[in-house]
């Protein structure tokens, strides 16, 4: 059992913001979890950042899998949450709990599932199961060809009535907290009063419980990073400053230098060897 537990992030509500990150591999997982992250997400953002896809509407339950296992492999602390992909939980109930069953024994502690009201039913049957989940209202990404595109949502009479209704129907089917992504802040404030459970926003002010952001997004790793993202830091950058340097001292021949191999000291030994497997090699023929 990790340390954060849902019902700790619950607790967290007016008290401490929750601070969440993507992670999709081992490597990264380990340091968002030394870094201190309350909630390490695999997001089927996953498909954009690590696969290079247009969308998110690809990606499959097998790499949710994949990448939730080896992200759980890593984090001892914060709680693991994987994304259910699109596909993978609208078409019934028992799809979505066979689906979320499987991203729990690959290693996550909850699910999240984009939409509040519509999912309702699967939600209450997970949350009575005893898989925690989170919901997700404002822009979901996953209905990215209806929208056509991602937009910043809740300006309309119809999309606030859409968001409240949401995040109202998760919180009476037991979701331990709510994603609001791409959402006025006005929105995401009255949001936040009006529910007893964490909201986490995504490019949606201030006003809310917690903040998320994509992993690729924050370190400079992604060129179609959204207006939303603070960039922390230029890894990408460095990544290409590194490569740059190591290329040219391949062709320049400065690496490798002494340290970086291993030689016979005794030259005389090592013509006797290199004798004998050759004429070792010369009898087989
Ligand atoms: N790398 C990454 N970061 C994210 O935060 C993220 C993803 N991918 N993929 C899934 C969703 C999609 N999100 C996004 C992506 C792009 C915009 C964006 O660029 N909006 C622009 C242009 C929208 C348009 O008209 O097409 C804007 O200026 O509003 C917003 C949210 C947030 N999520
Ligand atoms: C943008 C966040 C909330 C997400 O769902 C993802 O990364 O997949
Ligand atoms: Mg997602």
Excluded at 11 to 18: D, R, Y
Excluded at 54 to 65: F, I
Excluded at 172 to 192: R, S
Aim: no cysteine; net charge negative.
């Amino acid at each position: 059992m990790r340390e954060i537990t849902p019902r700790k992030i619950i607790e967290m509500k007016g008290k401490e913001k929750i601070a969440m990150i993507t992670a999709y591999d081992y490597p990264s997982a380990l340091i968002a979890d030394k870094a201190g992250m309350d909630i390490i997400f695999i997001g089927d953002s996953l498909g954009m950042v690590v696969y290079g896809e247009e969308n998110t509407l690809n990606v499959t339950m097998e790499q949710m899998v994949f990448h939730t296992k080896a992200v759980a492999r890593a984090v001892k602390r914060a709680l693991v949450l994987a994304d259910m992909p699109f596909g993978s939980y609208e078409v019934d109930t028992e799809d979505g709990v066979r689906n979320a069953v499987r991203l729990i024994q690959a290693g996550a502690d909850a699910v999240k599932i984009e939409g509040g009201y519509d999912h309702r039913k699967l939600v209450r049957k997970l949350v009575r199961m005893g898989i925690p989940v989170m919901g997700h209202t404002g822009l979901t990404p996953q209905r990215y060809l209806r929208l056509g595109g991602y937009r910043l949502m809740g300006e309309t009479d119809d999309e606030i009535e859409e968001i409240l209704r949401d995040a109202r129907a998760l919180e009476k089917a037991g979701a331990f907290a709510i994603v609001l992504e791409f959402t006025l802040a006005d929105v995401a404030k009255l949001v936040t009063e009006e529910v007893s459970i964490p909201t986490i926003g995504i490019g949606a002010g201030p006003y809310v419980d917690g903040q998320v952001l994509v992993w690729h997004d924050l370190l400079g790793i992604y060129e179609n990073t959204p207006p939303f993202v603070k960039k922390y830091a230029d890894i990408g950058g460095m990544i290409r400053l590194a490569l740059e340097n190591y290329r040219e001292e391949v062709k320049s021949g400065e690496f490798p230098a002494r340290e970086h191999y291993w030689e016979f000291l005794d030259k005389d030994d090592f013509r006797r060897k290199a004798q004998r497997a050759l004429e070792r090699l010369g009898e087989d023929d």
